[in-house]
């Protein structure tokens, strides 16, 4: 619960929104329901919080040891749209007529890793995201006939420029996302 108006607290500061998500699926604890009840509506607000922000509260949230659930929590509330608008778009697609779980399974191995006391690169978490959105971009450029090595890169180059206006990544984590999608 939040003290105070939630309304009134996600306006002075709607990374709130994101805490209380953090904080509802590390404590395994239900969100108060008139701190809850706000929350779909406001998500936007998180567009207006800096980029560089963003990137710390996307650590926090994903490196937190129960990133699965932080993830089915955000999109339950519609905030994960704003952290990852890419992504969501692809999520909402079928392969094969399965949904993808790449994301599920790479937040998984996150977890397993933070359990073990391992460490976790902010890279692969971004990598994990975005491989999707950037594979349906490199599928663009290479129909228009870019040689694959070509494509990949205007692909990661694509949503790399796209995702920092969400969350600025820093230039070492997208230098090491391009060489983990080369690898693929």
């Given at each position: 619960r939040l003290s105070g108006d939630p309304e009134t607290?996600?306006?002075?500061?709607p990374v709130r929104m994101l805490r209380a998500i953090r904080f509802a699926a590390k404590?395994?604890?239900?969100?108060?329901?008139?701190?809850?009840?706000?929350?779909v509506e406001m998500a936007p607000l998180l567009?207006?919080?800096?980029?560089?922000?963003?990137?710390e509260e996307v650590l926090k949230l994903f490196h937190s040891g129960v990133a699965v659930q932080v993830f089915e929590k955000l999109r339950h509330y519609g905030l994960f749209e704003h952290l990852f608008p890419?992504?969501?778009?692809?999520?909402?697609?079928?392969?094969?007529g399965f949904p993808r779980?790449?994301?599920?399974?790479?937040?998984?191995?996150?977890?397993r890793r933070i359990?073990?006391?391992?460490?976790?690169n902010p890279s692969f978490l971004f990598s994990a995201m975005l491989w999707e959105p950037m594979l349906k971009r490199k599928e663009v450029y290479s129909a228009e006939g870019m040689s694959n090595q070509d494509a990949l890169y205007a692909a990661?180059?694509?949503?790399?420029?796209?995702?920092?206006?969400?969350?600025?990544?820093?230039?070492?984590?997208?230098?090491?996302?391009?060489e983990l999608w080369s690898f693929q």
């Open positions: 607290r996600y306006r002075e500061n404590l395994g604890f239900n969100i108060e329901k008139h701190t809850e009840a706000p929350i567009l207006d919080v800096s980029n560089a922000r963003m990137f890419l992504t969501e778009e692809i999520l909402s697609e079928e392969m094969d779980m790449l994301v599920i399974e790479a937040l998984k191995s996150t977890d359990g073990e006391g391992k460490s976790v990661a180059n694509e949503v790399i420029d796209q995702q920092i206006k969400c969350t600025a990544i820093p230039k070492r984590f997208t230098a090491q996302m391009r």
